[in-house]
DNA sequence: TATTCATATGAATTATAATTCATTTGATAG
DNA sequence: CTATCAAATGAATTATAATTCATATGAATA
């Protein structure tokens, strides 16, 4: 791991560690959809989608294409594939209870 | 993406999203050490990194393995540098200012 | 079994981030 | 050019998480 890449990395999964915008992530992944769209998809308020979206963007997690007056938001399929993947594996081979420990406290 | 998946993925990133945890992390890529020896390499206290360790452990990110009165931990080589290889790739591709943005206000 | 070293824990404080609501900007159509 | 729809922004509030400090537990040794 290069130096430095320790901030790159807190940015980054900070970035991902919200639940609102891992949901987006997860809808986006489907297809591309507008802010509205997606407001309507997760039941939330447009401006939290908004709010949402601009970090996401600025990492190039999501991509963005105006049509309009709409935003057409697409998921960065390469980055957050990999990631998802990733979260997947280590589940099935290190949460043996089945995401049971995220009840618990801490 | 496996329906509750999202939950997973909050707990899993919202873990890493920590600079104590990433440095941490980082350094037990290298080696094994103990909680006084992470202390003293990140000059840390020791109760903060114990503090840490604790959700990287129970999320399976480390491994502890009990010496007399001493922890040895150990990361889990695997998951974390999948993990580190795709923020590195993700970064060299779509962080073209090579984390000048870090830098800026959100 | 008292002492020391290593680690873990609890609880209070402090810092950071998420959410909401009101408002603004921008684009298109009437 | 003004009304409407879509999205973005700002600022205040609310919620979460990190850090610190004091203390407790647990293992080894004199």
Redesign the interface.
Known sequence: ??K???????????N????TR??TL?KL?EKPMSVTELAAALGQEQSMISHNL??LL???FVFIEKQGKKSIYSA?Q??IG???K??????E???PTG?K??KEA?
């Not at 430095?4 to 900070?14: R, S």
């Not at 991902?16 to 639940?19: D, G, I």
Request: with cysteine.
């Open positions: 791991m290069k430095g890449l320790t901030e790159i990395c807190y940015k980054f999964f900070n991902l560690a919200n639940p891992l949901a997860e992944m601009k970090p600025k990492c190039n960065n390469e980055t990999t990631l998802f990733a979260v997947e594996v280590h589940a081979k290190y949460c995401g420990c995220l801490n």
